[in-house]
């Protein structure tokens, strides 16, 4: 029989289940929709199931004129916001309280007079939502650059990988007279990065569970990839193949901080059978 081994940290973080556990807490206490901008979480299943109850997704919070909505764990945009309260919208804060020190320690840097640097990728909602509460200003960095500015002060991502963090940081010594840093990445994902890794060396096969639109698992399934060449990145149980486990003794099982317990198990169980 295969063994199958499991990262201890897989599955939903603590700000994704806090949110889930709230979205469907006010599902019971409200009719009407509740809705959510953007996916509330990165993993098609959940989000079917969360359609299926009348919370839904929109991506430009002017399409909505009532109902409840819900601000999902990694922020939203400060006008985002404001439009809320303008229209006096009934709204749920699911934000990760994670995310928000990224948000209160950039907000206190801009106003002690640094110029801020957010490392991160810009593309993502938590980058977005950060630097609109700057006004849009602050600098986003992915790799180690100079910064024009007699005053640094750095946050970083939740989600951002240590090394790069470290990177940029120590890129930015000696160039500013006055540099600031706030590691500010969640130690959810950074263990769970960790611990992915470490098994996947020591098992024949890999398995990432987690949503193919979720960065996140993306990037835990690549690093995962480097440790282990026979490692897959599948969403559900319904995509494993009998000839991955072909002579093979040990699986590693690790999922993304938006892949809920359920989809996991399913995984475990199915190649427990083959
Ligand atoms: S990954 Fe970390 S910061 Fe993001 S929602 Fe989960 S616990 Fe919060």
Redesign the pocket.
């Known amino acids: 029989m295969i063994e199958v081994i499991k990262t201890k940290n897989c599955g939903f973080?603590?700000?994704?289940r806090r949110?889930v556990k709230a979205v469907l807490k006010e599902r019971g206490r409200t009719t009407g929709p509740i809705y959510t901008l953007g996916p509330l979480l990165h993993n098609p299943q959940v989000v079917q199931e969360l359609v299926s109850q009348d919370i839904v997704p929109v991506s430009d919070v002017r399409s909505v004129k009532s109902g409840t909505i819900a601000y999902r764990?990694?922020g939203i945009l400060r006008e985002e916001e404001e439009y809320i309260g303008r229209q006096r919208l009934s709204a749920i804060d699911l934000v990760?309280?994670?995310?928000k020190r990224v948000r209160k320690c950039a907000m206190l840097l801009r106003k002690e007079g640094y110029r801020v640097v957010i490392v991160g990728d810009p593309e993502h909602p938590?980058v977005k939502s950060v630097l609109s509460y700057l006004d849009n200003d602050g600098i986003v960095l992915q790799n180690p650059s100079s910064i024009e500015s007699s005053k640094v002060g750095v946050v970083s991502q939740?989600?951002q990988d240590q090394a790069t963090y470290v990177d940029i940081v120590q890129g930015l010594v000696g160039k500013a007279e006055e540099l600031r840093a706030f590691n500010t990445i969640?130690?959810?994902?950074r263990s769970r990065k960790e611990e992915a890794v470490a098994l996947a060396a020591r098992v024949d096969v890999m398995l990432v569970v987690g949503g193919r639109n979720s960065a996140?698992t993306t990037k835990l399934f690549h690093l995962v990839e480097k440790a282990q060449p026979n490692s897959h990145h599948i969403e559900t149980d319904e995509e494993l193949k009998p000839e991955w486990f072909a002579g093979v003794t040990k699986v590693g099982v690790t999922g993304g901080?938006s892949t809920p317990d359920s989809i996991i198990e399913k995984v475990e169980k199915r190649v427990k059978n083959f």
């Open positions: 973080c603590f700000g994704v949110a764990s990694h990760c309280p994670f995310v938590e939740t989600t969640c130690d959810s994902t996140n901080t």
